[in-house]
Nanobody, 115 residues
Framework: QVQLVESGGGLVQPGGSLRLSCAASGIFFNIDFMGWYRQAPGKQRELVAS???????NYVDSVKGRFAISRDNAKKTLYLQMNNLKPEDTAVYLCKLTRRSTNYWGQGTQVTVSS
């Protein structure tokens, strides 16, 4: 069983930075997939950044060069470093972990980019 808790969201001005954290409790090995999603009001949930078990990363075009996904196995934590934030990045950000075909989701953290 895995439980995920996101943190690090908040209000930031355009051009600012935030680092989101997704802390896992429980089993943190044999992870097949880890990713950050976001959901803005009235929009579909979108995969923003992902990392495979082998460490390969992938990003949606709109965040390439600005966001970076990483993980710390010792701390059982997934991160999303977000730089040069834009108003269109405003959304609830959620982390997902897939282990042995089971998906686990966090509760989400709000990111608001506004002047």
């Amino acid at each position: 069983q895995v439980q995920l808790v996101e943190s690090g969201g908040g209000l930031v001005q355009p051009g600012g930075s935030l680092r989101l954290s997704c802390a896992a409790s429980g089993i943190f090995f044999n992870i097949d997939f880890m990713g950050w999603y976001r959901q803005a009001p009235g929009k579909q949930r979108e995969l923003v950044a992902s990392m495979t078990s082998g460490g390969s990363t992938n990003y949606v075009d709109s965040v390439k060069g600005r966001f970076a996904i990483s993980r710390d196995n010792a701390k059982k934590t997934l991160y999303l470093q977000m730089n040069n934030l834009k108003p269109e990045d405003t959304a609830v950000y959620l982390c997902k972990l897939t282990r042995r075909s089971t998906n686990y989701w966090g509760q989400g953290t709000q990111v608001t980019v506004s002047s």
